[in-house]
Nanobody, 116 residues
């Protein structure tokens, strides 16, 4: 079964940290570009960070400096470390696996809420 399962979200105070995980199954993980997206309340889904099969990393402008994406191909897992969390980071965070040819796969999302 092809699926991505995110975990690690939750309620955190401003200034705190979280590490999100996305475990993949049913795909050749090490051939996929892995991405983290987020959708804030009332907003469109936006790209946060991406990591290629070879480990090339890119971040959205809003994510530079506080977000770190990484992958462990042995565990078929991609991570997103978020530091110095701000209320505006509140969103559902989604994992997305991309490759040509596909299949491409979205996870179900994990909620991150930043509030005091």
């Amino acid at each position: 079964q092809v699926q991505l399962v995110e975990s690690g979200g939750g309620l955190v105070q401003p200034g705190g940290s979280l590490k999100l995980s996305c475990a993949a199954s049913g795909i050749s993980f090490n051939t996929y570009t892995m991405n983290w997206y987020r959708r804030a309340p009332g907003q469109q889904r936006e790209l946060v960070a991406t990591i290629s099969p070879g480990g090339t990393i890119d971040y959205a402008a809003a994510a530079k400096g506080r977000f770190t994406i990484s992958r462990d191909n042995a565990k078929n897992t991609v991570y997103l470390q978020i530091n110095s969390l701000k209320p505006e980071d509140t969103a559902v965070y989604y994992c997305y696996a991309f490759r040509i040819p596909g299949p491409t796969v979205w996870g179900q999302g994990t909620q991150v809420t930043v509030s005091s």
